[in-house]
């Protein structure tokens, strides 16, 4: 495990988890929303964006956490050799959006850059979650079925299955 994708729809505990792992591993970890989004929620360039992250699978060893966007999710999946895919149902991941939205009243939600506007954060992740749900859910399931034969990948179905996959490596 030196080059981890960790993905999955919205609200779904991506960087927590991420973070976890990233303790645990000693990996450096890169959430994608800290490199698309400037303090304050502002978007960067679009083209700095993919720039930053192209340097990023360059290294040697990374925990990436998050989307981007298509390309980039679909460039990182293919270069890591270990993908951590966290597929609750819809429910719970509208349900952790929700008690995203609650929690950052008091602390930045993980993984989301400092002083990012929460209700507009939680108003762009409610209008992702059924898209997502829709369009890339279908596809991520037939990519983790086709690579288990050439990466090492876990399918993190429930939040039970997310927490015996964090006590397996913590």
Not at 43 to 53: A, F, I, S, T
Not at 66 to 92: E, H, M, N, Q
Request: aromatic residues 10%; charged residues 25%.
């Amino acid at each position: 495990m030196k080059k981890v994708a960790v993905f999955g729809n919205t609200g779904g505990g991506k960087s927590t988890l991420a973070k976890q792992l990233a303790s645990a591993t000693g990996l450096p970890l890169f959430a994608l929303d800290k490199i698309k989004f400037q303090p304050g929620g502002a978007e960067v360039p679009h083209e700095e964006y993919l720039r930053v992250h192209s340097e990023l699978l360059k290294q040697d060893e990374w925990i990436i956490d998050g989307f981007g966007c298509v390309p980039s999710t679909w460039k990182r999946i293919a270069l890591a050799d270990t993908l951590i895919y966290i597929d609750l149902p819809l429910v719970t991941h509208g349900w952790w959006v929700t008690k995203r939205l609650f929690k950052g009243a008091f602390v930045n939600p993980e993984g989301w850059p400092e002083d990012s506007p929460i209700l507009q954060g939680t108003r762009n992740s409610f209008n992702v979650l059924w898209l997502c749900h829709r369009k890339l859910t279908p596809a991520y399931r037939r990519l983790v079925a086709d690579s288990k034969d050439s990466k090492l990948v876990y399918h993190l179905k429930s939040p039970r299955d997310i927490r015996r996959f964090l006590a397996s490596v913590l």
